[in-house]
């Protein structure tokens, strides 16, 4: 199984960015699938998860700036990530929901200027 990122960069405060999450394998459209972030000096963090069938779920910190989406066809998730603050800086990751240790990526860097 692998699970690849893309799509981070460098935005200012207030832009936007979409990240990526490919996967291989059958993981993808049998399991909730969720992004993670971990900034620097912090633990890894949940941002958002979204089920096989569509179902959201989203952080307090991210909740009406940021959109969870999948392609189920694709083995592709998605992160529409609006409004963005410098809080939001970090790398972020995809995995399954609950994740498990083998499936973390190289992940990919966002960073938000102020």
């Known amino acids: 199984v692998q699970l690849v990122e893309s799509g981070g960069g460098l935005v200012q405060a207030g832009g936007s960015l979409k990240l990526s999450c490919a996967a291989s394998?059958?993981?993808?459209?049998?399991?909730?699938m969720g992004w993670y972030r971990q900034a620097p000096g912090k633990q890894r963090e949940l941002v958002a998860t979204i089920s096989n069938g569509g179902s959201t779920i989203y952080t307090n910190s991210v909740k009406g700036r940021f959109t969870i989406s999948r392609d189920n066809a694709k083995n592709t998730m998605y992160l529409q990530m609006n409004s963005l603050k410098p809080e939001d800086t970090a790398v972020y990751y995809c995995?399954?929901?609950?994740?498990?240790?083998?499936?973390w990526g190289q992940g990919t860097q966002v960073t938000v200027s102020s």
């Open positions: 995995n399954v929901f609950p994740t498990r240790p083998g499936y």
């Open positions: 394998g059958s993981i993808f459209s049998i399991n909730t």
